[in-house]
């Protein structure tokens, strides 16, 4: 059975930094997309970054290029969000998701991150940014 489970959330100030954790079990993270998604109240889920290893490729959305950096520890089956430099704006629920390798390809985030091919996730993990 495949399981997503998000930790590492909480309350910051701006500028600070948090690092999220996404521990995976009942698949191993080869052959898999892993993505974060985050939602704000009152928007649309949005794609912040996904790393795939069968294409060895990584995606940021625009707004988060630069501050955010995603990365696997194969050994412990689990992938990190580094935020850094956080803004108000990044306050959302985030989320981790598992999708086929093709997902975070080059060509699969041609257009931005779908959340359209991710089909397992995970609970979800609040961050806020606040002073």
């Known amino acids: 059975q495949v399981q997503l489970v998000e930790s590492g959330g909480g309350l910051v100030q701006p500028g600070g930094s948090l690092r999220l954790s996404c521990a995976a079990s009942g698949f191993t993270l080869d052959y898999y997309s892993l993505g974060w998604f985050r939602q704000a109240p009152g928007k649309e889920r949005e794609g912040v970054s996904c790393?795939?290893?069968?294409?060895?490729?990584?995606y940021y959305a625009d707004s988060v290029k630069g501050r955010f950096t995603i990365s696997r520890d194969n050994a412990k089956n689990t992938v990190y969000l580094q935020m850094d430099s956080l803004k108000s704006e990044d306050t959302a629920v985030y989320y981790c998701a598992a999708a086929g390798e093709y997902a975070c390809s080059p060509y699969g985030t041609m257009d931005g991150m779908s959340a359209g091919p991710y089909d397992s996730w995970g609970q979800g993990t609040q961050v806020t940014v606040s002073s």
């Open positions: 790393m795939s290893s069968s294409y060895g490729s990584t």
